[in-house]
């Protein structure tokens, strides 16, 4: 087993592409996770571009294959999939995970737990996606936030902060920790407001207003947790990290509802509070809550 060759993440893409290009023969009767089509070679294409551009962002150098850890897949798929379909996100990772098969029978080498956890995201996009074939998934939102972090504070006191980021501002997990980690960068004290916080898509967030309390809390984190540990922090108490920001969605929507605002105005405030492209987006959290 090997590396992908190459000195740059586009020529190694290239490498990786060209192991795999099995167009013009039949994959009938054999185990070959190789490129068989046209249209196949495209999606792969966007799945290596989706994660080297991920891995520069991140300034990992190297090799591109010696990056799909446990960690950066937990990462990478979090920000990836935050607003597909399940059957759209379900086709991401199935496909994804179909890849790096072939790259393993071409002799690349692919970190153990790689597939390990592209199998776990699959499982649960699967059965998010028969979920939602017949309805929304719903109850996904918190109903008792303050004994939710009183909760999590017992698990860990960093997470309870992130928690109470996500719920005051809506900040997808990955932004949330990086404001944290960086929070001098992003607190304006003139007005308690969080600025220049760049969500996906290159779409800057609105000015964030927080409480002082956590202002204090953010200002004197001694050590921001990393995401897996905060994912799985989430979880032992039953939830995801993107449930705080369908909390968040709903209490927003509610607010303004209940300040006056029509439906549509509602919901069109609540889609630009939370960075949205589209506000069918926003209607798919709300029903999810």
């Given at each position: 087993m ?20 099995a ?14 089509s046209?249209?196949?070679y ?9 994660f ?10 190297g090799?591109?294959?010696?990056h ?5 897949l937990?990462e ?12 759209t ?7 994804f995970?179909s890849?790096?098969?072939?790259l ?8 153990s737990k790689?597939?390990t956890?592209?199998?776990?995201y699959?499982?649960d996009?699967?059965?998010?996606f ?10 996904r ?8 972090i ?6 860990r006191?960093?997470?309870s902060?992130?928690a ?5 501002t ?9 404001v944290a ?10 007005n308690?407001s ?13 000015p964030?207003?927080?409480s002082?309390?956590l202002?204090?809390k ?5 050590r921001?947790?990393s ?18 920001r369908?909390t968040?969605?709903?209490?927003t929507?509610?607010s303004l509802k209940e ?8 919901l069109?405030?609540?889609s ?18």
């Amino acid at each position: 087993m090997g590396n992908l060759k190459g000195s740059t993440f586009e020529k190694q893409t290239k490498n990786a592409l060209n192991r795999l290009d099995a167009r013009g023969t039949k994959r009938h009767l054999t185990q070959s996770n190789k490129t068989h089509s046209n249209a196949l070679y495209d999606k792969r294409a966007m799945y290596l571009r989706d994660f080297a551009k991920f891995a520069e962002k991140k300034g990992l150098e190297g090799k591109l294959n010696t990056h799909f850890t446990e960690s950066n897949l937990n990462e990478f798929l979090n920000e990836r999939l935050n607003n597909l379909s399940p059957k759209t996100a379900l086709d991401y990772v199935t496909g994804f995970n179909s890849m790096l098969r072939g790259l393993e029978q071409t002799r690349v080498t692919i970190p153990s737990k790689a597939r390990t956890i592209l199998k776990e995201y699959t499982s649960d996009y699967r059965n998010e996606f028969n979920q939602v074939k017949n309805d929304y998934e719903t109850g996904r939102a918190i109903e008792y936030t303050n004994s939710f972090i009183s909760n999590l504070q017992e698990i860990r006191e960093s997470s309870s902060v992130i928690a109470e980021l996500q719920l005051e501002t809506g900040l997808r997990a990955s932004e949330a920790l990086e404001v944290a980690r960086n929070f001098n960068d992003y607190y304006n004290p003139s007005n308690n407001s969080l600025e220049g916080i760049i969500g996906k898509g290159g779409q800057e967030y609105y000015p964030k207003e927080i409480s002082n309390e956590l202002a204090y809390k953010l200002s004197n984190l001694e050590r921001v947790p990393s995401y897996i540990t905060y994912y799985n922090d989430i979880k032992e108490l039953g939830h995801k990290t993107h449930d705080l920001r369908i909390t968040y969605a709903r209490e927003t929507y509610n607010s303004l509802k209940e300040q006056g605002y029509n439906h549509r105005e509602a919901l069109k405030l609540t889609s630009q509070e939370l960075n949205h492209h589209r506000e069918a987006i926003t209607l798919y959290y709300l029903a999810r809550a």
